[in-house]
């Protein structure tokens, strides 16, 4: 067998180890597309580094206020009663009170100092359209979202 034969078949192995090392590579990389309720296990108060932990790094971050104040108001054109109906219990297991929830409504509408964290998720496994949930942050820890 020839030099060159044998330099052409260890490239050619190379080539193929490469392809499958990225590959795997890709497969690890690949960030699992959020449902819906995998937002269930966020209350009020959580620090964003358990918030990614348990649902991934953002897809986006709004820091912006004039930002954030709009898409608060995305939020409450969007948002529906339907949890009210499906899941009486929510807020109240969101926020843990009244008087919380009321505190984390008055920050949220001064719009400065909140970021906002962009989430794109599917409503369940059957659905194909991708859709978007905001969660609110204050001093590193989570102080609203809204239910779309």
């Given at each position: 067998m020839t030099t060159q034969k044998k330099v052409?078949?260890?490239s050619y192995i190379h080539i193929i180890l490469l392809v499958i090392l990225l590959s795997l590579v890709g497969c690890y990389s690949s960030k699992e597309q959020l449902r819906e309720d995998d937002f269930r296990?966020?209350?009020y108060g959580m620090e964003k580094q358990e918030v990614e932990m348990r649902l991934g790094k953002?897809?986006?971050v709004i820091r912006d206020s004039e930002e954030v104040i709009e898409a608060q108001?995305?939020?409450a054109d969007t948002s529906t009663d339907r949890w009210d109906i499906e899941f009486p219990n929510l807020y109240e297991n969101f926020y843990g009170?009244?008087?919380v929830m009321e505190?984390?409504?008055?920050?949220l509408e001064k719009g400065t100092g909140i970021d906002c964290y962009?989430?794109?998720y599917q409503r369940d496994n059957n659905s194909k359209k991708q859709r978007i949930w905001h969660l609110?942050?204050?001093d590193g820890k989570i102080i609203g979202m809204f239910f779309p």
């Amino acid at each position: 067998m020839t030099t060159q034969k044998k330099v052409s078949r260890k490239s050619y192995i190379h080539i193929i180890l490469l392809v499958i090392l990225l590959s795997l590579v890709g497969c690890y990389s690949s960030k699992e597309q959020l449902r819906e309720d995998d937002f269930r296990i966020v209350k009020y108060g959580m620090e964003k580094q358990e918030v990614e932990m348990r649902l991934g790094k953002p897809d986006k971050v709004i820091r912006d206020s004039e930002e954030v104040i709009e898409a608060q108001q995305c939020d409450a054109d969007t948002s529906t009663d339907r949890w009210d109906i499906e899941f009486p219990n929510l807020y109240e297991n969101f926020y843990g009170s009244e008087k919380v929830m009321e505190d984390s409504f008055k920050l949220l509408e001064k719009g400065t100092g909140i970021d906002c964290y962009v989430y794109y998720y599917q409503r369940d496994n059957n659905s194909k359209k991708q859709r978007i949930w905001h969660l609110y942050f204050y001093d590193g820890k989570i102080i609203g979202m809204f239910f779309p």
